[in-house]
Every structure is written in C-alpha cells, then in structure tokens.
C-alpha cells in the first residue's frame, strides 16, 4: 500500500462548483498536513496546512482533517477558472519530511 | 529578486554529458532541498542541506551530485544520467528543519528545471 494516496484526476468541473480534493494515508503517526497548489510549469505553493484533526477555513478553502479514517480533504468553494491546478497533498508525523501525494489535476470550466 | 529561482528552466542532455542545474534562495532560510518530481508520481525528496551541512541523502544514486556552498545557493551536479531520470527537478527552502517542538516546516519551492535525458 502506497503511503499517501491520490487520486490524479483530471477532475473537471464548471465554473461555481464545490470541489473536493481527497488523500487517504496509512501511517496513524501523521499530524501534520499541508495542500500545495501546483500551476502548470511553476512550482508547488502552499495553500493551506492543518495540525492534527478539525477543520481549518481560509477563504473559499476548507482544509479537513478526519485521523480516525486516515482521510484529508480540500474543499474550494465558488470554483474559479484560476483555480485550474494540480492539488498536491503532504502529510509529516513531526512537521519534517513531508510525504507528498501524486496530486490531482483539476479543472474548472468557465 | 524574490523567492526560489532556478536556473536552467529547461535541459536536454546525452547520457554522457555533464551538467549542472542551480538553485538560490533570497528568503534568508537556512534549509534547502532538491525533489524529482515525474508524471502521476509523488514527489521524490531526494536530498536535505541544513545550515550547508547535508542531513538527507534518500538513497540518490551517485550520478547525482549536491552542492551547497553556502545557505543561499544549492547545485545539483548530473553526470552519465539515464533516460529515467528524465523529471522536473525542484529546488525548495524553509526556514529551518522544523523538529518535533517547532511546527510546520513549510516549504517554498522554484518554478523547477525540466530535464530531458536522450
């Protein structure tokens, strides 16, 4: 079983829509999670990161965290065609040495 | 200039060339990282420098070679690589190497050097 999993899209949806972003994991040590936003041809940018379980809002995001099912979600509210990416999660047990997910592509529709 | 600059932004090279790629960092942060980053993979750290010491090597096979000669610039030195080494490589800093008291370590990456091996 891979460490942290993606699922890699492409996700496409129009304009408005909610999307939701998954990552499942299997190491229980991992407390630390970090979403990454990732523009075609620049580097990963830190979107949102989370300690331990809850919720944490940032605007139209919405980072999750659930440890007892080993599942993280992005939520992006109102889609923008902007916010056409790849989505990469990251998960670290001490806020070092993040283990990062494959990303999903996503694509929002105007 | 801000942020994470790599340089070159693209390179194709032969197996039996020898080049380099460079990173340099203008956020004063005293980590820096390279990851290989290929198609639908994760992220591959590959290695760690702390204050210009190297503290991560994840069993990078020796074709690849770092430099750092000081907190603010970082090399990755190539020689007789193979087509599957083919990957966009990414330079990232962050302030430090966040222990286990000290939170998040949040990375800042560069826009990455796309290498081409024919």
């Known amino acids: 079983q891979k460490e942290v999993e993606q699922d890699p899209g492409p996700l496409s949806v129009p304009e408005g829509a909610i999307v939701s972003l998954n990552c499942t994991y299997s190491?229980?040590?991992?407390?630390?999670f970090m979403w990454y936003r990732q523009y075609s041809r620049k580097g990963p940018e830190l979107l949102m990161y989370?300690?331990?379980?809850g919720n944490k809002e940032d605007g139209r995001f919405t980072a999750q965290v659930d440890k007892s099912s080993k599942y993280i979600s992005l939520f992006i509210r109102d889609s923008q065609p902007s916010d056409s990416a790849t989505y990469l999660c990251a998960m670290s047990p001490y806020g070092q040495n993040f283990v990062f997910g494959p990303g999903t592509r996503l694509s929002v529709l105007p | 200039e801000t942020g994470v600059t790599q340089t070159p932004r693209h390179l194709v090279m032969g197996m039996t060339n020898k080049k380099s790629l460079k990173c340099e960092q203008h956020?004063?942060?005293?980590?820096m990282y390279w990851y290989k980053q290929s198609a639908k993979k994760p992220l591959e750290l590959m290695f760690v420098y702390s204050l210009e010491e190297r503290v991560e090597n994840n069993s990078v096979p020796s074709r690849f070679s770092p430099e750092c000669p000081n907190s603010s610039h970082l090399f990755l030195h190539l020689h007789t690589l193979q087509p599957e080494d083919s990957a966009l490589y990414l330079c990232?800093?962050?302030?430090?190497?966040?222990?286990?008291?000290?939170?998040?370590?949040?990375?800042?990456f560069g826009a990455g050097s796309r290498l081409t091996v024919l």
């Open positions: 956020l004063g942060h005293n980590a």
């Open positions: 990232a800093s962050s302030q430090d190497r966040a222990g286990l008291d000290s939170g998040a370590n949040v990375l800042t």
């Open positions: 989370t300690y331990s379980s």
């Open positions: 190491n229980s040590a991992f407390q630390y």
